[in-house]
């Protein structure tokens, strides 16, 4: 039976990226879930094998994902040989670093539109290294964005059964709140219904959560369900989606993780992030939706306080492979 075939961007090389890379494609769960492809320089992959201690762990670098050599112990990458170890420090905000990642990631895109690979499952990347490196975005979602073609795409977190859109990401809380708009909430719950049937999730019912406390008491603590949440859930209602809130955001994401919801659709940046992550901090994967490709991701950052240690884990970094392996075949890639 084949495999999905994954691409992974080493993510900043000056973070944990290149660590967990290689710790992964050393795990059996990897080798029997997915052919796994990784896209960096091999310097610093070979760099990133001894920090780690696993001198068995042979790389070998192809130009063409279809030549890889899908075995266990064996590291497949295609070498972009764009940045030396010597160029940076381990740890630090270099703007070359933050280059070579956009670099990386602009390749792993290529193959996945090209129908070379199945999905991407992304390392962490820093946001002040791409600035020093002329690359103007914020993050990984906007870069797939730009990329792909595709405006605002969705992200959605998984973890432990529980799955998480965002309405919001990254605008401070008062930006936030002039956000929370009717069209908005039945805009993103369309396409939110869209995104899991492209996944292949197509029963169940998707819950809106609450903004205020107790979901504004009917306007004592705040009036924007009763003007924006509750007029986007009726009239969601009445074209047919099965959808209901809004859900108060103390009890919401719980219930989900029970069962209750297949899915819920939170505000915010960290009103989501705090439930997944409280859930299961390791497991909790980022999948990028929307898009006509399939991405993933760990959600931590580049630990450069631990990054050349060894001691980062790679518990996200597998998961995340497994996920894109798990909806892999449902994603259309041109």
Known sequence: MSRPRI???????????PEIAAKAAASEEVTDAAEYI???????????VRIIGAENLKIHCVADPGKGDYRPGILNMIDLANLSPQEYEIGTVNGK???AAYEYIKTSVDLAMSGQVDAVATT?????????????YIGHTEIFGALTGTQDPLTMFETRGLRVFFLTRHVSLREMLDLIKKDRIVDYVKRCTEALRQLGVKEGTMAVAGLNPHSGEHGLF???????????????????????????????????????YNSVLSLYHDQGHIAAKTLDFHRTIAVTCGMPILRTSVDHGTAFDIAGTGKASEVSMIEAIKVAARYASNIYCP
């Open 38 to 48: 990784v896209v960096g320089d091999k310097r610093i992959m070979e760099r990133a």
């Open 222 to 260: 705040g009036w924007e369900e009763e003007e924006e949440i509750v007029p986007a859930i009726e009239e969601l209602k009445a074209e047919g989606y099965d959808v209901e809130g809004p859900v108060g955001a103390d009890s919401v994401f719980h219930q989900a993780a029970e069962g209750k």
């Open 97 to 99: 670093c933050g280059r």
């Open 124 to 136: 962490p990347i820093n946001k002040e290294a791409l600035k020093a490196g002329n690359v103007n």
């Open 7 to 17: 691409a992974v961007p080493i993510g900043d090389p000056a973070g944990i990226g």
